[in-house]
């Protein structure tokens, strides 16, 4: 049975007991309100971090400890859940049930990770300056890389604008120039803080005995002098003024990028019918919009939608050619509109209904699947397990369906548009 531990003030753990799998997983997360001050230091923490600490001071030591421990392995784990950023770690390592007699995993594991996270290296009483700079490079490497991914970018910057305002609106890793201005010392001194102050929220899969995780990690937490300050709430969307913006850019195919809003979100009852609304509208190749603007249309060479639910946005994109703006724009308000009227048939909405259904049963699959599910879900507010989440998806009906569609309010456009066009 799944548990919640605290372990002190704002440090929840989640148990999630589990035989089936020879591997058992665990993230560590400092769960902070999301804000441009704070989010490149937050994304580049962990990396930092994970550069050495004092008894394994460099990659090569890390890497041989990792090996000692049956190839356990660790990364960053960077998050937005809605007005949260998270900066942390997630380790996967084998039960120690499948090592040689005598040979424990879960606890040194758990104590490396400790390390990682407490013991870092030093150089004139904050982090090295190297490290820094190597980890600020890369950071600043993956925000450009976006530029790279033309529909990536224009979703971005359409839900920047739709978000003004709202922390939504900041970019996951953060802004160029903010991580471009980070020191060793700021860096250092944002850490100090954040295990200060900060929530923390550990997501345990496997199958050791909750009790003996809980001490491990109590003894961890223990080391630090806390002074927890209270998280915020999760809010509903606050959006900026309507918009309707075109970009040009050297690119072969445009890119128009709508934005929906709806005060449905993670936490309120619409939510499972908003989702599959979401599926019928436009989450996959049975949905309306790929069905009727791509394949009997053929306005758009891709089209799809997805539903943002800690914030109640809705975000459709296709690839389109530039001169086909308006009639792709009127072609999503027309299935919208369908919607509304409740235009469903019995296929799309067991199609939408199955689809939904597969992937809640997907996230039992492994251990990582089971954390990014149990994380996010409590950082979110969604209140349902995987199974009490598909017996809703079953339940639902029709007029629910339909009640969350007239909820949709069109709000942002930003379309990328070619030089040539």
Do not use: W
């Not at 040194?108 to 004139?124: A, C, N, T």
Request: aromatic share 6%.
């Amino acid at each position: 049975m799944n548990q919640t531990l605290s372990l002190g003030p704002g440090i929840r753990l989640r148990c999630i007991p589990d035989s089936r799998f020879k591997q058992g997983c665990l993230s560590l997360q400092l769960v902070r309100p999301m804000c441009r001050e704070e989010a490149s230091r937050n994304a580049l923490l962990p990396a930092v971090l994970l550069r050495g600490t004092r008894e394994y001071p460099d990659l090569r030591a890390i890497t041989l400890r990792l090996d000692d421990l049956y190839g356990a392995s660790v990364g960053t784990l960077v998050r937005r859940v809605g007005d949260y950023q998270t900066t942390g770690f997630y380790c996967g390592f084998m039960e120690d049930r499948f090592a040689l007699e005598g040979d424990a995993i879960l606890e040194p594991m758990l104590k490396f990770v400790g390390q990682l996270l407490l013991e870092p290296v030093l150089e004139d009483g904050c982090f090295r300056e190297d490290f820094v700079e190597s980890e600020k490079r890369n950071l600043i490497a993956s925000i450009e890389s976006q530029l790279n991914d033309k529909r990536a970018y224009a979703m971005e910057q359409m839900i920047r604008t739709m978000c003004k305002g709202d922390s939504f609106g900041i970019p996951r890793l953060g802004e160029i120039a903010d991580a471009q201005a980070v020191t060793p010392r700021d860096l250092y001194d944002h850490y100090q803080k954040i295990l200060r102050e900060s929530r923390v929220e550990l997501v345990y899969v496997g199958s050791a005995p909750q009790e003996q995780v809980a001490a491990l990690l109590k003894e961890l937490f223990d080391r630090i002098d806390r002074n927890y300050v209270n998280l915020p709430e999760q809010s509903p969307l606050r959006t900026g003024p309507e918009s309707d913006t075109v970009r040009q850019m050297d690119v072969n195919q445009g890119k128009l990028c709508m934005g929906l809003v709806s005060d449905i979100t993670i936490r309120d009852a619409g939510f499972v019918p908003m989702q599959l609304l979401n599926h019928i509208f436009g989450g996959g190749m049975t949905s309306k919009l790929f069905m009727e603007i791509r394949e009997r249309q053929s306005l758009c060479y891709a089209i799809g939608s997805g539903f943002h639910g800690s914030k109640g946005l809705v975000t459709v994109s296709a690839g389109i050619d530039s001169g086909m703006k308006e009639a792709v724009q009127r072609g999503v308000l027309a299935q919208l509109d369908a919607c509304c009227r409740g235009e469903i048939t019995p296929e799309e909405l067991n199609a939408a209904k199955e689809s939904l259904r597969s992937s809640l049963l997907s996230t039992q699959d492994s251990p990582g699947a089971l954390e990014g599910y149990y994380a996010t879900a409590a950082l979110s507010g969604l209140p349902l397990t995987p199974d009490t989440y598909i017996r809703a998806v079953e339940a639902a009906t029709l007029e629910q369906i339909v009640a969350a569609a007239k909820t949709l309010r069109p709000h942002t456009v930003f379309f990328l548009k070619g030089v040539q066009s």
